[in-house]
């Protein structure tokens, strides 16, 4: 088992929280959140990344991440590679 911190901007706000990886199996802990307010479209977007984040899932590498209905699109750039990671 490996758990580490996960850390980001949907739509409107940051978000903060921890993962927990077990095999091929992803888990997050509830993550908390700014709480600004924001167009309707990125806060429905907020909505659906919250309740994707709920529950395992099978974890696979890509360039995107799948989240039930919810696919991200990961920017290589946007990944910290720093020694001892």
């Known amino acids: 088992m490996d758990s ?3 850390s980001g901007r949907v739509g409107v706000n940051r978000l903060h929280g921890s993962y927990t990886v077990t095999g091929d199996m992803l888990e997050f802990s509830p993550a908390a959140a700014t ?4 167009p309707p479209h ?8 919250h309740q994707a ?3 395992e899932h099978t974890l ?3 360039t995107r991440l799948v ?5 991200l699109v990961l ?3 946007a990944i910290d590679d720093q ?3």
């Open 4 to 6: 580490g911190r996960v």
């Open 35 to 38: 709480r600004m307010a924001g």
């Open 42 to 49: 990125l806060m429905d977007l907020e909505s659906r990344f």
């Open 53 to 55: 984040l709920q529950g």
């Open 60 to 62: 696979r590498i890509e």
């Open 67 to 71: 989240l039930g209905d919810l696919v």
């Open 75 to 77: 920017e290589p750039d």
């Open 83 to 85: 020694p001892g990671d």
